[in-house]
């Protein structure tokens, strides 16, 4: 277990605390914003600011970003035996090599950058709040906003700089493996679920909001033959509020219909909505919409994710993909963020254990894991049944197009960094890597 982390209040059950100590609990509000802890000890500094930033904010998702960060940091110096107030500016920078040029250690430019927001605007509160002198350097720079305060370690980083953040091909079984992690009495049934989110996640590239609320009825029909199958994401629970059709990764989706067929009937409880929305029956496939049983036609790309934690198949079970292991409901978008992270770990204990080395990801890394091969695809020319991979050529302009398309943005020039990323990996490997043909433990 990481002697640093990040926690989340939330909810309980009265009846179940009052079991367990004999009296009904108090009604206190839990906390809401992130805590990080030390050895078990909650770390007051980073707790407090992390709880102002959460209520600046409107509780959006600003404050786990930069408690994620905080964590990271926190661990770096914990293993140089400081903590966050004994920081020195030796440590700042021993820190700004370790993340963005350390070839075992760097990370996305952009990740650098949320890092480095998180790490100068905690100093400078810790110095407002409290008096500490800063451990880092500030120079007023000027922008068109007008001067602003900018820290000078690690500044001019570009943020498609650093490579690391992709999976190479044979780390995704890795990452796989310890996402199932199964049990003494065999299969993990939050395991298969976990591997199951991760492997859509590289499959289609989708960020967290949007796998956290797909429903049964959206996922490619297992039949459907090639290695890339044709995919839908809505638009109604995505950053840019558009649908997108893209191409998958049939391989990664394995995982998936394998967790379909075993874990998720196991999953569901009696959990149910208290105002459902119960389909009439199933969509033939390929249909993007369903009837509810009042005739009310539901457009999968405009349903909002509430009506989707509502809505409930013919045989009134949940019709969300991902459940939780506790009651059957579906899974909150905070908990499938923690998935992909707290699988990394185990790979990246497991790697250690064997003397060598994984790197840490998030669930976003899965979407640049996807642009990533999927580049790398069409530089090296794929072979299969859609006309347009038919007539691929090594053409790092349509690897851009094609990555930016799937990944749903609007300017391609975003998706430029992967590609830079895809023409590295495209020496090391080959079209079977990408399309996920190794085995496990490889």
């Not at 370790?98 to 810790?126: P, S």
Request: positive net charge.
């Amino acid at each position: 277990m990481p002697r640093v982390r990040v926690e989340y209040g939330g909810s309980w059950a009265a009846d179940v605390v009052e079991r367990g100590i004999g009296i009904p609990p108090l009604d206190i509000p839990p906390v809401l914003s992130p805590v990080l802890s030390v050895d078990g000890r909650v770390e007051p500094d980073a707790t407090a600011w992390l709880a102002e930033v959460h209520a600046r904010t409107g509780g959006t998702r600003t404050a786990a970003s930069h408690a994620e960060s905080l964590q990271r940091f926190a661990a770096f110096l914990l293993e140089r035996n400081t903590t966050l107030r004994g920081a020195l500016n030796r440590h700042i920078v021993d820190y700004v090599r370790h993340r963005t040029v350390d070839a075992a250690t760097r990370v996305a430019g952009a990740t650098w950058q949320r890092d480095r927001t998180a790490i100068k605007q905690f100093y400078e509160w810790l110095r407002d709040t409290h008096g500490i002198a800063l451990p880092i350097t500030l120079d007023t720079v000027p922008t068109f906003r007008g001067p602003v305060a900018s820290m000078r370690e690690g500044r001019g980083v570009p943020v498609d700089c650093a490579a690391g953040t992709p999976l190479e091909p044979p780390q995704i079984p890795e990452l796989l493996a310890a996402a199932r992690r199964p049990g003494p009495g065999g299969m993990n049934l939050a395991g298969a679920r976990d591997a199951a989110f991760i492997g859509l996640g590289l499959a289609c590239g989708a960020r967290a909001d949007t796998l956290a609320h797909l429903t049964i009825y959206e996922l490619p029909d297992p039949a459907l033959p090639g290695d890339l199958v044709e995919m839908y994401l809505p638009g109604a629970v995505s950053k840019s509020r558009r649908e997108v059709r893209l191409l998958a990764f049939r391989q990664h989706l394995e995982p998936v219909y394998g967790y379909l067929k075993a874990a998720r009937p196991l999953l569901l409880r009696d959990w149910r909505p208290e105002d459902p929305i119960r389909i009439a029956q199933p969509p033939v496939p390929g249909c993007r919409e369903v009837f509810d049983t009042a005739g009310n036609r539901l457009r999968f790309d405009t349903m909002t994710a509430g009506e989707r934690q509502r809505l409930l198949t013919p045989g009134g079970e949940p019709a969300m993909l991902f459940l939780s292991a506790r009651n059957g409901a579906p899974l909150s978008y905070r908990a499938a963020e923690e998935l992909t992270s707290d699988a990394s770990r185990l790979a990246e204990a497991h790697a250690r254990a064997r003397g060598a080395w994984f790197p840490h990801v998030h669930t976003h890394d899965l979407r640049h894991t996807y642009a990533t091969h999927l580049a790398a695809l069409y530089m090296l020319g794929i072979p299969g049944r859609d006309p347009a991979a038919a007539r691929c050529r090594p053409d790092a302009r349509a690897a851009v197009r094609m990555a930016a398309t799937g990944l749903g943005h609007v300017d391609a020039a975003v998706t430029a960094g992967y590609v830079r990323q895809a023409g590295r990996m495209c020496r090391h490997y080959g079209v079977e890597d990408f399309l996920g043909r190794i085995e496990e433990g490889q």
